[in-house]
């Protein structure tokens, strides 16, 4: 078969016009977010060794990360998988010296192999935070309270927040071999009982512990889950997990936040390393927008010991969300389409850019005809046509097709006087 | 949310019966899914629930994607499919069994412990892959879409991986069972995120269902 030179990789895309306006869009709200609550920027390269790169992560994703040889050394570098794990690097190594906490942000792609069939992606554009090197429950309330206020800006109202915790079902799992707690580690994330009961069967636990584990597929819902989860706590971790969960749940009903929010205490998906809280944010059409949690060992594989809990939105999938609102991001290929007579268009440009315009001046004359149906198909609101004296413009909106006679002062006076449209 | 309406994916075939049984026990009333009316959409009025008719084998996508925010698929789709979705109940109905299959003549000289590589036709090739795998034999996998049992007759592949009921078509074409795979009933799978926006209308029907299927097992 010829190879097909404009194919691309299963699992990449391009954004083009919209598209790419939305992913900025969202991009640079949500950094604008981070940064007014005093997080810092980071950029972490986009490949890096394959030892360092599967600190944190699970067997599945180890086989999933993307890799190639380094020709001098042969070292296997990998195309990033994650983030976060990046970021605690930085944080035990360069930014060891700062002042604690670190108040981190990021916006960039991870990769890795995608699952055929599935809708996954190679790559996947992540804006995160993390804030290291506290390890009260401020932090994960401010990392809440962060995403929140970045899904007003970016004008999503209908999502869902579900917070699960791993401190509290690490004591369940104690007494079972590695095998059976990769087996009722997955079970128990599909909420799949008979196959929990099985494996409970299997190793022979009492009934008392059993039925405590069944319950914890039901531990799902508002306020009343703490209840049902106190009474099958089987240790002081357990308990603690719970009361540190409860605080972090109170702070966001506190924040009006009671009819967003859900417990999940029997969710143990996301990244292997989550000691804490961990968190899920879900769209009014049930995608999953980010991911996150309280990551209190993975910083200290790197040396110093350093608490930490993060975020991170996946920006497609935001993409799609903010899209689906009744009042997506407006875009436009450009505001104007200054047709000149004289030659002068190049000033004329000029002035109206420093108003603030977004401007494209075509190479040769167009006719009025021509202008509208290239205006149309770049979706370009205004146009204005130079009088061939010079004296004055024809301004025709592109959507009515409406025209007024005006001068340039006239025009940028109606334009911000509400006459964008 | 606001929205709290249900939307279940109903599978044609063998589990179309039982799963209107079972909704109609919890008083959701998708009896027209059973009407020779070719609607594959269509509403309970009494409870605002809509129902949508699928291939048995696309629920899983129906359901994960959050197109349906929960469906009654076969346990055998589910493994195959691996999909990220929340298997809630175990509904006991469209019970059936996922099995290794041979020609009977070459069964009576064949010893499964000394495989190291086999040649199978299936239409669940990532579990036939998966399972031979973890026993350490290379299977080489070939997809059918129907009529499995034919292959080793004409000489495709030695073996077959199928669901078998009764056995009878296994015997009508002269294949004996080496190994069952797995056993397969009809599962309740529930969206993710439709669990927890929609928690107290989910969470009742789980519920209500749990307690019917106790009572009073629906059959085939």
């Known amino acids: 078969m010829k190879p097909n030179p404009t194919a691309i990789p299963q699992g990449t895309r391009t954004y083009q016009f919209e598209e790419a306006a939305h992913k900025r869009f969202l991009e640079q709200t949500l950094h604008a977010v981070f940064r007014s609550r005093g997080f810092q920027e980071i950029v972490t390269p986009p490949f890096e060794y394959y030892e360092s790169a599967i600190i944190g992560l699970s067997q599945d994703e180890r086989n999933r990360i993307i890799r190639f040889t380094e020709t001098d050394s042969g070292r296997i570098i990998v195309l990033r998988a994650d983030i976060t794990s990046q970021v605690a690097r930085s944080a035990a190594t360069h930014l060891a010296q700062r002042p604690l906490p670190l108040r981190l942000c990021y916006t960039g792609s991870v990769f890795r192999r995608a699952r055929t069939g599935k809708g996954e992606q190679y790559m996947v554009n992540q804006s995160g935070i993390e804030i290291v090197g506290h390890a009260g429950v401020e932090a994960d309330i401010e990392v809440l309270l962060s995403l929140v206020s970045a899904l007003g800006a970016v004008g999503l109202s209908e999502y869902s927040i579900s917070l699960g915790h791993a401190g509290f079902l690490g004591s369940f799992f104690e007494r079972f071999d590695d095998t059976d707690r990769q087996t009722i580690k997955k079970a128990l994330g599909k909420k799949e009982k008979p196959a929990i009961k099985a494996i409970l069967d299997k190793a022979e636990i009492p009934p008392d512990e059993a039925d405590g584990f069944m319950t914890l597929t039901e531990l ?3 306020e009343e889950v703490f209840a049902k989860a106190e009474a099958i706590c089987r240790n002081e971790e357990s308990r603690r997990a719970l009361e540190n969960l409860k605080t972090i749940y109170s702070s966001l009903c506190e924040a009006g936040l009671e009819e967003k929010v859900s417990i999940d205490l029997a969710e143990t998906r996301g990244f292997g390393y989550y000691t804490g809280v961990n968190m899920e944010l879900f769209s009014a059409s049930g995608s999953t927008l980010g991911t996150g949690g309280r990551y209190d060992n993975l910083v200290k594989r790197f040396k110093p010991d350093l608490p930490a809990v993060g975020f991170a939105f996946d920006i497609d999938n935001m993409i799609e969300a903010v899209r689906q609102t009744d009042s997506p991001p407006v875009w436009r290929g450009s505001d104007i389409l200054l047709v000149g007579a004289q030659d002068d268009a190049p000033q004329t440009a000029e002035k109206l850019r420093e108003a603030g315009l977004m401007v494209n001046v075509p190479f040769a004359p167009m006719t009025a005809e021509e202008a509208k149906s290239y205006a149309e198909k770049m979706n370009i609101p205004n146009i204005l046509i130079e009088e061939p004296d010079g004296q004055g413009y024809d301004w025709i909106k592109t959507e009515t097709g409406e025209i007024v006679a005006c001068g340039l002062g006239d025009f940028i006076n109606a334009w911000f006087s509400g006459g964008k449209e | 949310m606001k929205n709290n309406r249900l939307t279940v994916a109903i599978p044609k075939g063998r589990n179309l019966r039982p799963t209107v049984e079972l909704f109609r026990r919890i008083g959701i009333d998708f009896s027209s899914a059973l009407e020779e009316n070719r609607k594959l959409i269509f509403k309970d009025e009494k409870t605002g629930a809509s129902g949508i008719i699928v291939r048995d084998t696309d629920i899983p996508a129906y359901v994960e994607g959050g197109a349906a925010d929960m469906g009654v698929s076969g346990k055998d789709q589910i493994e195959e499919q691996e999909k990220q979705l929340y298997e809630m109940l175990d509904l006991g109905f469209g019970y059936c069994r996922l099995v290794l299959a041979e020609p009977k003549a070459l069964k009576e000289n064949d010893d499964p412990s000394r495989w190291t590589h086999i040649r ?47 056995g009878n078509t296994l015997k009508a074409n002269g294949l004996v069972e080496v190994e069952t795979i797995m056993e397969v009933t009809a599962r309740l799978v529930v969206n993710r995120a439709s669990l927890k926006t929609k928690r107290e209308r989910i969470g009742g029907v789980v519920r209500r269902m749990e307690e019917e299927i106790r009572k009073n097992p629906i059959k085939d």
């Open chain 1, 220 to 222: 799902y819902g508002g």
């Open chain 2, 120 to 166: 199978v036709a299936t239409k669940f090739t990532n579990l036939t892959a998966k399972y031979f795998l973890s026993r350490g034999i290379h299977a080489e996998v070939i997809k059918l879409y129907g009529s499995i049992e034919i292959a080793p007759i004409v000489g495709l592949s030695e073996r077959i991986v199928d669901l078998v009921s009764t």
